[in-house]
């Protein structure tokens, strides 16, 4: 019976010892093809509303500037919401330091008209905010969201979204 054998050793170091891979933290490594090792609700993220937006390192990661007076937001659609939820976010947040108007928001409609629930992220560095939803919509739209009058640029990297 054939086996597969994964490494084994890092420069003669056992891989269950390896804390880091370079300067990354072996739990926050990514995948060679840039897509998340890390476990998450989406695959990819969509794009709308900002002034400028660039995608980052990873499926994960972008850089975004709003327009004053404009909703920008970087999403992903779940299908499977059950109104008993709540959505947990994890990432590392850059610049935009004193903008209040930057959120992790759900809602039932892909433009986020309208919000089931949101939480602020106006800090910076890693951040793990928490929303629960008790709509029972079983489609809904998760995103970064940022508007009104905030016009700072902000990175956000390697999010990750999960359920409890």
């Known amino acids: 019976m054939a086996e597969e054998l994964g490494i084994g050793k890092i420069s003669g170091i056992p891989i269950a010892n390896v804390g880091k891979m370079g300067v990354v ?8 093809s840039g897509e998340q090792r ?20 990873n499926s994960a990661s972008f850089t975004a500037s709003p ?3 404009t909703l920008g937001y970087t999403y992903f659609s779940y299908g ?15 610049g935009a330091t004193t903008a209040e108007n930057w ?3 759900i809602s039932i409609y892909p433009d986020f008209r309208t919000l089931l629930g949101h939480v ?17 919509t079983s489609t809904i739209y998760i995103g970064v969201l940022c508007g009104g009058q905030a016009i700072e640029t902000a990175t956000i990297n390697d999010l990750t979204v999960n359920i409890s």
């Open 103 to 105: 959120i992790v928001g």
């Open 80 to 94: 499977s919401n059950d109104g008993r939820n709540t959505y947990n976010f994890k990432f590392n947040k850059i």
């Open 25 to 32: 933290a072996k739990a926050n490594a990514w995948s060679k």
């Open 67 to 69: 327009s004053s007076g």
């Open 120 to 136: 602020g992220i106006s800090g910076v560095g890693t951040l793990t905010p928490s929303i629960a939803i008790r709509d029972r």
């Open 38 to 57: 890390e476990s998450s609700l989406f695959s990819n993220l969509l794009n709308n509303g900002w002034s400028t937006y660039t995608a980052g390192k």
